[in-house]
Nanobody, 125 residues
Framework: VQLQASGGGLVQAGGSLRLSCAAS????????MGWFRQAPGKEREFVSA????????YYADSVKGRFTISRDNAKNTVYLQMNSLEPEDTAVYYC???????????????????WGQGTLVTVSS
C-alpha cells in the first residue's frame, strides 16, 4: 500500500504546477484523499481534500480560488492543480489517504493514515 506523489518543481510567482498522487494497494475510490504541505520550520498544514464520492472538495483559505483538487478513480490518482503560485506556497507537498473507508473528509493529519513521500514545490519571486 503506497502513495507516489510527483509534479513538484521550481516555478516563478504567478506560474502553475500540477501535482499528481498515484495510489496502489487500496481500493482508492472508497477513501477521501487530501493534500498537505510543510514549509521549513513550520508544521504540516492542510491544503485541500476531496471526498471519496468525489462530490465534495475543501480548501484552505490561503489557496481557495487558486488551487483545484480532483480525482480519477479509474487511474487511482488524485491531482492538485496549482495556479497563481506565490512564494508563500513554497513547501513540500504530501498527498494522503484517509484512514476510514467511506469516511468523512478530514482536514487534519490525524484523519489520514497513508502518506506519500512528498514533492517539493519552490516558488521564486
Amino acid at each position: 500500500v503506497q502513495l507516489q506523489a510527483s509534479g513538484g518543481g521550481l516555478v516563478q510567482a504567478g506560474g502553475s504546477l500540477r501535482l499528481s498522487c498515484a495510489a496502489s494497494g487500496r481500493t482508492f475510490s472508497r477513501y477521501a484523499m487530501g493534500w498537505f504541505r510543510q514549509a521549513p520550520g513550520k508544521e504540516r498544514e492542510f491544503v485541500s481534500a476531496i471526498s471519496w464520492s468525489d462530490e465534495n472538495t475543501y480548501y484552505a483559505d490561503s489557496v481557495k480560488g487558486r488551487f483545484t483538487i480532483s480525482r480519477d478513480n479509474a487511474k487511482n490518482t488524485v491531482y492538485l492543480q496549482m495556479n497563481s503560485l506565490e512564494p508563500e506556497d513554497t513547501a513540500v507537498y504530501y498527498c494522503a489517504c484517509a484512514a476510514d473507508m467511506y469516511g468523512r473528509t478530514g482536514h487534519t493529519p490525524r484523519d489520514y493514515d497513508l502518506w506519500g513521500q512528498g514533492t517539493l514545490v519552490t516558488v521564486s519571486s
